[in-house]
């Protein structure tokens, strides 16, 4: 149980095109789903955090403008990186949360989203 | 603010033990015990409570010092399946919902 998954798994975009990446829960019902960024070699860098139906809460020097989150429902969220460039390339992973899973509302993570930007 | 992990790295042979630590400037509720294999996402390995709760997973068991503000992680007899980046997330009080990772402690671990 407490799948989650993302599509695509890759994606290689033009500069200035946008991309919408979907993370969804399958077998369960995610109350709040979260948006990673990972750089090489690097640490979970926490984007946002987006409770089903409001809007999501970003971090600070995450641009909400540039990275459309909408949590439609229990079980999908989706990412849109508006007008894509270079130094937006990166390895992007969501995760889910639900207090029904098990009783320590712990994360799990989908397989991540590898963007790479021309 | 991030976690701080100690060590870095690690390189062990198959069999040997490893400690990684976890250790935050605020109080801690909970930390949330991560690994990751390159490229992939990471998994779930176990959660510490307030309260110096252990936790055991297979050889791999963790414990929280809430004084102190530390976790630490124990790999018991290394098996090569245990190599990938381990990350400790924190949560600083309950209900926070989003956790703050470490920047990660790369196992190798050789036959």
């Known amino acids: 149980g407490a799948v989650v998954s993302q599509h695509p798994s890759r994606v290689i975009c033009k500069s200035g095109t946008s991309v919408k990446i979907e993370c969804r829960s399958l077998?369960?019902?995610?109350?709040?789903m979260f948006w990673y960024r990972q750089f090489p070699k690097q640490s979970l860098m926490l984007m946002a955090t987006?409770?089903?139906?409001?809007?999501?809460?970003?971090e600070q020097g995450v641009e909400k403008d540039k990275f459309l989150i909408n949590h439609a429902s229990l079980t999908l969220s989706t990412l849109t990186v508006t007008s894509a460039h270079p130094e937006d390339s990166s390895f992007y992973i969501c995760?889910?949360?639900?207090?029904?899973?098990?009783?320590?509302?712990?994360?799990?993570f989908g397989p991540g989203t590898r963007l790479t930007v021309l | 603010q991030q976690p701080v992990q100690s060590p870095q790295a690690v390189i062990l042979r198959e069999g040997e033990d490893a400690v990684i630590n976890c250790s935050s400037s605020?109080?801690?509720?909970?930390v949330h015990w991560y690994r990751q294999k390159h490229g992939e996402a990471p998994v779930f390995l176990m959660i510490?409570?307030?309260?110096?709760e252990q936790k055991g997973h297979e050889k791999i068991s963790a414990s929280f010092n809430e004084k102190k503000q530390q976790s630490s992680l124990y790999l018991t007899a290394s098996q090569l399946s245990y190599s990938g980046t381990y990350f400790c997330?924190?949560?600083?009080?309950?209900?926070?919902?989003?956790?703050?990772f470490g920047q990660g402690t790369r196992l190798t671990i050789n036959p």
């Open positions: 995760s889910a949360r639900s207090s029904g899973v098990t009783s320590y509302n712990e994360q799990f």
């Open positions: 077998d369960f019902q995610a109350t709040t």
């Open positions: 987006s409770n089903e139906g409001s809007k999501a809460t970003y």
């Open positions: 605020k109080a801690l509720y909970s």
């Open positions: 510490l409570l307030k309260g110096g």
């Open positions: 997330g924190t949560e600083n009080v309950q209900g926070a919902q989003k956790l703050v």
